[in-house]
């Protein structure tokens, strides 16, 4: 068993490492620099809006295992909220035309093959694309391996993987998106019914892991921002944060769970991406009192996703470098418009509302970008990596970011 493990970021991925190995018994102190966990999957009270919003949209999968285990461990696996079977609904905003991917209970697609569960006017061939991802060279593009005749690329591909790897489906990395598919929908419905937060990201994900942490007498402290690690030939020796300096015994551990820039500004050596991709939400009170939790995709507008709770809307544009760039006023005008025509509302005043830009939401996920994603092993001996911009086999989701965190947990010695 090791010493104390210093863990320096409370978003998910530090946490997901600090709930694994505090359940093993190994002490752990989580040094986050902000006031708040959670990083990008946080919730907080909105003054201008008078309720509680998401820093950002995430759609879950029932088929995100590590996502799952991490919920059970922390209490909170019944806060999230969905319908018993796997269905995408989507709607074309420019058109008025909806659909829906339904995929099969089973692992054999028997409805695509019979027609009856295709998108309107797409042929077979056009879902049998998705088969060549498994195939797909290291440098293959999302485009290169699913566009082509038929309108399955703009109805359902597309979205998907802009949703999934949060960059152009035309620079996107093919492989990337493959272990996505193979372990949601290549297993059948089962494992693709789509979930949402019931309350909010922190309430399901975030306060429930700090709260088990500190009840297994755990430390987890805010406003602790690291500025240095110094280093011996071998090992990390002291983490220098502003208020003081930790001397870290032989035995002592750190995981560390910061963004990719500030990973590399901090390790000598390291190698990480550093072409990133911002996301931009919307986020608008609804009138006419609309109750329970939803959600849409969206093609022919700016938004890609829509998701609704209550008497809140709020939509997605993933790989948003354009519309990231114009002010906040224009972007809420341009969301507000898909929504009045997802929601039928008509033409209403603009409700209050709030943009959220994350500029560096997640590393670009283009081929050239993989490459640059390192392991949770670093060349120094007691020091290991975690977040969604490390090698953990999927994209930067929500599932890929725990799964970090538990590869980092599980090499700790």
Not at 56 to 71: C, K, P, V
Not at 139 to 157: D, M, R
Not at 221 to 234: E, G, P, Q, V
Request: with cysteine.
């Amino acid at each position: 068993m090791p010493g104390t493990v210093h863990i320096v970021g409370a978003g998910l991925a530090g946490l997901s490492a600090a709930v694994r190995l505090a359940d093993r018994g190994a002490p752990v102190t989580v040094y986050e620099a902000a006031g708040h966990g959670g990083g990008r999957c946080r919730s907080y009270y909105d003054d201008k809006m008078n309720c509680r919003i998401d820093n950002g949209n995430h759609l879950l999968l029932s088929g995100n295992h590590a996502t799952f285990d991490y919920l059970k461990q922390i209490g909170s696996e019944r806060s999230l909220v969905g319908a018993t079977h796997a269905e995408f609904p989507f709607l074309d905003v420019r058109t008025g035309e909806s659909w829906s991917v339904k995929p099969d209970p089973g692992v054999i697609p028997w409805s695509l093959f019979s027609g009856s569960g295709r998108v309107p006017r797409t042929r077979l061939r056009e879902y049998l694309r998705g088969l060549s991802l498994a195939f797909a060279r290291p440098a293959a593009t999302v485009s290169q391996c699913l566009a082509g005749p038929g309108e399955l690329f703009e109805k359902f591909w597309e979205p998907l993987s802009v949703s999934v790897l949060n960059t152009e489906a035309d620079q996107a990395s093919a492989r990337l998106l493959w272990p996505v598919l193979r372990e949601t929908f290549g297993r059948g419905g089962g494992a693709c019914i789509p979930l949402l937060v019931r309350d909010g990201l922190s309430e399901s994900f975030v306060d429930p892991a700090i709260a088990r942490l500190r009840q297994s007498n755990n430390s987890v402290l805010f406003n602790h921002r690291l500025r240095k690690i110094n280093f011996s030939a071998t090992d990390c020796v002291a983490l220098d944060f502003a208020e003081r300096t930790i001397d870290l015994p032989k035995d002592d551990r750190v995981i560390l769970a910061v963004p990719a820039n500030i990973a590399g500004s901090l390790v000598p050596g390291l190698t990480v991406p550093d072409e990133f991709r911002p996301i931009v939400n919307g986020h608008f009170r609804i009138p006419g009192g609309q109750t329970g939790v939803r959600f849409m995709g969206l093609v022919g507008g700016d938004a890609h996703w829509l998701f609704i709770r209550n008497d809140v809307a709020s939509i997605t544009v993933s790989a948003a470098t354009q519309l990231a760039n114009r002010s906040n006023e224009a972007i809420a005008a341009r969301l507000w418009a898909d929504i009045c025509v997802a929601l039928n509302l008509g033409e209403p005043a603009m409700a209050e509302h709030r943009i959220v830009k994350e500029k560096r939401a997640t590393f670009a996920q283009t081929p050239a970008q993989v490459l640059k994603r390192p392991g949770p092993q670093t060349t120094f001996k007691n020091l290991y990596l975690a977040g969604d911009w490390t090698q953990n086999g999927l994209p930067a989701t929500i599932e890929g970011t725990i799964r970090s965190g538990r590869l980092a947990a599980d090499m700790v010695k």
